[in-house]
């Protein structure tokens, strides 16, 4: 634990199983990266089988304190895109970090 995977990583991870260049790849993870992205911009949940959702959550108005000042701020209203693993994803990464599989 404490190590980073960076895009350039997974690119060439993904290169390196798929034959392409990493030219090719880095292509194709922008397409996948700019589709999520816009898919989410336009107000649809993203759904993939196995690996979990992307969708937007609604935050309302809420009051919170400054932590360095503990002066009362009022938080606006937003829209937050989040991410939910599924249950598949969930067991195969716990699984393999109980048995020490890399």
Known sequence: MGTTTTKADLVNAIAGKTGLTKYETESVVDA???SVIDSLKSGKR???RGFGSFNIRHKNLRDARNPRSGEKVTVAPK???VFKISKEFKHAVSDSLKNGIE
């Open 46 to 48: 993203i759904e993939i």
């Open 32 to 34: 996948f990266f700019e």
């Open 79 to 81: 829209d937050v895109p």
